[in-house]
C-alpha cells in the first residue's frame, strides 16, 4: 500500500494513477462493501414490504419480490392495530407532525435569541448559565424526566401536545444555543456596534440584522431539530397520552405488540414509513446535515 | 432586555438542570412509591438496587455494550475516515451511505436489526439454506449474546456519525505532514499510527465523550429491538429507570437506579471538562 514513488512533480493537480493498481482495487473493493453493508438494511426493509406474507414465509430475506404489492404499505398506513385503534399509523404520522412544527419553531426561535444575547449582550452571569446548560447536555434524561413531570403538572401541561414542546425546547437548548452562540459570535462586531450607535435595541438589531444574515444557520438548525424531534421515543411516551402518542411510539406498539399474528411485511411498510421523513430531509439536505452534526458534536 | 429573553434559558438551566437534577438525588434518600415523599430511609433504595438481579444484569450490559461499541466505532469510524481522506472518487456517495443511518431513529434501526437477526427468516436461515444445516445465529433469543446483537445494530446507526468527526480531524491536518512523512520514507501506516493519531488527540477525546455520553442514555434501541429481553437479559439501566419509575411506580428506586446513571456520566465527562476547560480559560 505504500507507493513511494520518487517524483518530481512540481506541478500541482492529481497524480495520473493508473485505475487498476493494487491500492485503489483494495480501495474501492473495502468501500465498496462497506457501502453494501450499510445499504443492507434499508434494502431488506423496502423488500420485505413490498411481498406478500406467503412469499416471505418460504422465501429469503434478501430476494427481491417475485410479485410485488403495494398492500402492506396501505395496511400500515391506514389499517394496523394498537391496542383497540385500527387506524394504522396516519395516527402517529399526524401526531408526529403537529408535535414536530411547533417544536422546532419554539425551540429554534428561545435558542437562537439565547444564542444572540450571549455572543453580543454579554449579560451578567451569562457565562455561568451558559456552562450550566452545556453540562446539563450530558446529564442523562433519566435523572429529569420526573422533576419535569410534576413541573408539566405544575403548569397543566402533563400529558398534553404543548408539554411534549415544552420538553423538546429544553432538550433541545444545549445544543442550539451553542450552535447559534458561535454562529453570532462569528460575525463581525462591528456590524452591531454600528446598530448600537445608531440606537436599535436588543430587538431591533436581532430581526433586522442578525435574523437576515442568519439563514443559513436557521436551516441547520431546523435540520437537526426536526430528524431529533421526529426521532424521539423516550419524550413521546412519557409526557404524552397515547391519543397524541408521535409516530415512532406508535410504531413500535404495532410491531412489538404481543396480539395477532405477525406480519412482517406490514410491520417494514411501517418502519419505513417512520423512517421516511428523516430519510428525505437527509437525503435532500446533504452536507448541511453533516455540519449540523458536526456543529452539534464538535463541541458539544 | 438581554437578561429579560435569556429568562427561558436561565429557567432551564436552574429550574430543570440543576434544581431537577438536585430534586431526583435528594428524592432518591426516599421510599416514594407512587407520589414522591419525604420519608427518609437514607441508603436503602441504593442497597436494594444493587441486590436486584435485574439492575446486575443491565449494568453488565451496559458494560459491555459500552466498552465494544466505543472500541469498535473508534476503529471502524477511523478506518473509514481514513479510507475516504485517499482522495477517492464518489467520496461523496460513500460519506452520505454510511451516515444516512445515523439520520433514523433506534426504534427504526431495532425494528429493522430484529427483522435481519430474526432466525427463522433472516441471516441465520439464509445461511443454514445455503447448506450449512447446524449453523447458529440468534443473537436476539439467546440470552448470552442478545447484548452482541443491540451492537450490531448500535454500531450500523453510530458509526457513521464519528467516521464524519474523524474525517474532519483528518482534514484539519497539515498537508505539510504527510510530504514530510513521505520525503522520510515512512510507510503510510505509520505515519497514520504514530503521527496523525497522537495530533488528532482533540478530536478522538471529544468523539470518546460523545459515544460515551451516547452509551449510558441507550434505551429506545432496546426497547424497540428486544424489549430487554429474552428474560431480562438485554436489559440496560436507562430503562430500569424507565420500568421502574414508570411501569411499576417504585419512584424511590427509580430515582436511586438514575443517580447511579449520573454518577457514571460524571466520572467521565469531569475529568474531560477538566482538561478541556481547566487547562486553558477561554473567553
Not at chain 1, 30 to 43: D, E, H, N, S, W
Not at chain 1, 98 to 103: A, E, K, N
Not at chain 2, 258 to 263: E, F, Q
Request: net charge positive; proline share 5%; with cysteine.
Amino acid at each position: 500500500m505504500t507507493e513511494v514513488t520518487a517524483d518530481f512533480e512540481g506541478a500541482h493537480g492529481p497524480k495520473p494513477r493508473r485505475t487498476f493498481s493494487r491500492r485503489n482495487i483494495f480501495l474501492y473493493g473495502t468501500l465498496i462493501m462497506v457501502a453494501l453493508y450499510y445499504m443492507l438494511p434499508l434494502y431488506v426493509m423496502i423488500v420485505t414490504s413490498l411481498k406478500g406474507m406467503p412469499e416471505i414465509r418460504l422465501g429469503n430475506i434478501f430476494a427481491p419480490p417475485v410479485e410485488i404489492t403495494f398492500q402492506p404499505w396501505v395496511k400500515a398506513w391506514a389499517e394496523a392495530c394498537t391496542g383497540l385503534n385500527c387506524d394504522g399509523l396516519s395516527r402517529g404520522f399526524w401526531n408526529s407532525v403537529r408535535i414536530t412544527i411547533p417544536s422546532v419553531i419554539v425551540s429554534i426561535a428561545i435558542a437562537s435569541v439565547n444564542g444572540y444575547a450571549l455572543a453580543n449582550w454579554r449579560f451578567k452571569g451569562a457565562n455561568v448559565f451558559f456552562t450550566i446548560l452545556i453540562f446539563g447536555a450530558f446529564i442523562p434524561y433519566q435523572v429529569m424526566l420526573y422533576p419535569i413531570v410534576i413541573l408539566l403538572r405544575e403548569i397543566g401541561l402533563y400529558g398534553t401536545l404543548w408539554g411534549l414542546v415544552v420538553v423538546h425546547s429544553i432538550f433541545g437548548m444545549p445544543i442550539l444555543t451553542l450552535l447559534f452562540r458561535n454562529y453570532f459570535t462569528s460575525l463581525p462586531e462591528e456590524l452591531f456596534k454600528a446598530a448600537r450607535v445608531d440606537g436599535a435595541g436588543f430587538w431591533g438589531i436581532y430581526f433586522q440584522i442578525m435574523l437576515p444574515m442568519s439563514l443559513p444557520i436557521f436551516v441547520v438548525a431546523m435540520i437537526l431539530q426536526v430528524t431529533g424531534i421526529w426521532n424521539d421515543f423516550l419524550f413521546g411516551v412519557v409526557y404524552t397520552k397515547p391519543d397524541i402518542y408521535p409516530m415512532t411510539v406508535q410504531l413500535n406498539n404495532i410491531v412489538n405488540s404481543v396480539q395477532g399474528v405477525k406480519e412482517y411485511n406490514v410491520n417494514m411498510a411501517a418502519t419505513i414509513l417512520t423512517g421516511l421523513v428523516p430519510l428525505v430531509i437527509y437525503f435532500v439536505s446533504g452536507r448541511l446535515f453533516v455540519r449540523g452534526i458536526a456543529a452539534g458534536a464538535v463541541k458539544g | 432586555m438581554a437578561k429579560i429573553a435569556a429568562i427561558p434559558m436561565i429557567l432551564t438551566a436552574l429550574c430543570v438542570f440543576v434544581g431537577g437534577t438536585l430534586w431526583t438525588v435528594v428524592y432518591s434518600f426516599t421510599s416514594s412509591k407512587l407520589l414522591p415523599k419525604t420519608n427518609w430511609v437514607g441508603l436503602d433504595q441504593y442497597e436494594r438496587l444493587w441486590n436486584t438481579n435485574r439492575w446486575i444484569v443491565s449494568i453488565e450490559n451496559l458494560m459491555i455494550y459500552g466498552i465494544c461499541s466505543l472500541i469498535f466505532s473508534l476503529v471502524i469510524g477511523f478506518v473509514l475516515a481514513a479510507l475516504l481522506d485517499q482522495k477517492i472518487r464518489f467520496e461523496n456517495t460513500f460519506r452520505t451511505i454510511i451516515l444516512y443511518p445515523f439520520a433514523l431513529s433506534f426504534i427504526v434501526t431495532g425494528l429493522v436489526w430484529q427483522w435481519i437477526l430474526n432466525p427463522d427468516f433472516g441471516v441465520q436461515n439464509i445461511v443454514r439454506s445455503l447448506g450449512w444445516a447446524s449453523f447458529e445465529f440468534d443473537p436476539l433469543y439467546n440470552q448470552d449474546i442478545v447484548i452482541y446483537g443491540i451492537l450490531i445494530a448500535g454500531l450500523w446507526q453510530g458509526t457513521g456519525l464519528i467516521m464524519v468527526l474523524m474525517l474532519a480531524g483528518l482534514r484539519g491536518i497539515d498537508q505539510e505532514i504527510w510530504k514530510a512523512a513521505r520525503v522520510d520514507g515512512i510507510p503510510t501506516w505509520k505515519t497514520y499510527i504514530f503521527i496523525v493519531i497522537p495530533m488528532m488527540r482533540p478530536v478522538f477525546i471529544t468523539t470518546l465523550v460523545l459515544i460515551a455520553s451516547g452509551i449510558v442514555r441507550v434505551f429506545d434501541l432496546v426497547v424497540a429491538q428486544t424489549s430487554g429481553g429474552p428474560g431480562i437479559a438485554s436489559e440496560v439501566p436507562a430503562k430500569y429507570v424507565y420500568d421502574t419509575m414508570f411501569l411499576r411506580q417504585n419512584l424511590g428506586q427509580g430515582f436511586a437506579a438514575s443517580t447511579m446513571m449520573l454518577l457514571a456520566v460524571a466520572i467521565v465527562i469531569i475529568p474531560w471538562a477538566y482538561l478541556e476547560f481547566g487547562s486553558r480559560k477561554r473567553d
